[in-house]
């Protein structure tokens, strides 16, 4: 049983192109999240939504544009990719975004790849 | 702003001896702390937290962490470390109340058999 889960799990794609990234988690949870993981392994959140709205916006290129259809999904859609857009991205959830002691469990990751 | 610094960037230890993977944070209060792991090509796994309480927690695989306020500072710590334990561990933090966890630019853990 996944707890959360990703696809794809590789996504290579020409620059300029649109493309998404799925997320769905079946813990019940309210929050969740996008974080990008450059090529140091540095991770840095995107975005957090709870219960479908928006709460957390970090500074992201408007081309990144998050959509949460219900609490157990969270999907990443980007307009014209570019090279620097190259990363791995995780999704993760956790029960509440009202309490910094939530646990936030992560996905697999989807690496992307822009040529 | 918060933040967090993991001093190691790469550590490597032989099987069987002991491990502590060095965390300082930045922040006015006391932060939730965290330590994850991740394994190659995997996504991240929770070690193990320390909210409030005792400032020695327990995680899971063996590890332990210890909360020192007066260093800023909750490293990890293994006393003997196994091959399984090969990966990158990072430090995070989370001021509270918005859950938005600030990461650490991790340590690779090298094991050697």
């Known amino acids: 049983d996944t707890a959360v889960s990703q696809t794809p799990k590789y996504l290579v794609t020409q620059m300029g192109n649109d493309k998404s990234i799925k997320c769905e988690q079946n813990?019940?949870?309210?929050?969740m999240y996008w974080y990008k993981q450059d090529s140091k392994k540095f991770l840095k959140i995107m975005f957090s939504?709870?219960?479908?709205?928006?709460?957390i916006n970090e500074t992201v290129p408007n081309r990144f544009s998050p959509k949460s259809p219900d609490k157990a999904h969270l999907n990443l859609h980007i307009n014209s990719l570019e090279l620097g857009d190259s990363a791995v991205y995780f999704c993760?959830?956790?029960?509440?975004?009202?309490?910094?002691?939530?646990?936030?469990?992560f996905g697999p990751g989807t690496r992307l790849t822009v040529l | 702003a918060q933040s967090v610094t993991q001093p190691d960037i790469h550590i490597t230890v032989s099987e069987g001896a002991s491990l502590e993977l060095r965390c300082n944070y930045s922040?006015?209060?006391?932060?939730?702390l965290f330590w994850y792991v991740q394994s190659p090509g995997q996504g991240l796994q929770l070690l193990l937290k320390?909210?409030?309480?005792?400032?020695l927690v327990q995680g899971i695989k063996g590890f332990e962490a210890e909360f020192k306020r007066s260093q800023s500072s909750f490293n990890l710590r293994k006393p003997s470390v196994h091959w399984s334990d090969a990966a990158e561990y990072f430090c995070?933090?989370?001021?509270?109340?918005?859950?938005?966890?600030?990461f650490g630019t991790g340590t690779q853990l090298k094991v050697e058999l």
């Open positions: 939504y709870n219960n479908k709205e928006l709460i």
């Open positions: 993760a959830s956790s029960p509440s975004s009202f309490s910094g002691n939530n646990e936030q469990f």
């Open positions: 813990l019940g949870h309210d929050t």
């Open positions: 922040y006015g209060a006391t932060p939730y």
């Open positions: 995070a933090v989370d001021q509270g109340g918005g859950n938005k966890l600030t």
């Open positions: 320390y909210f409030s309480g005792d400032t």
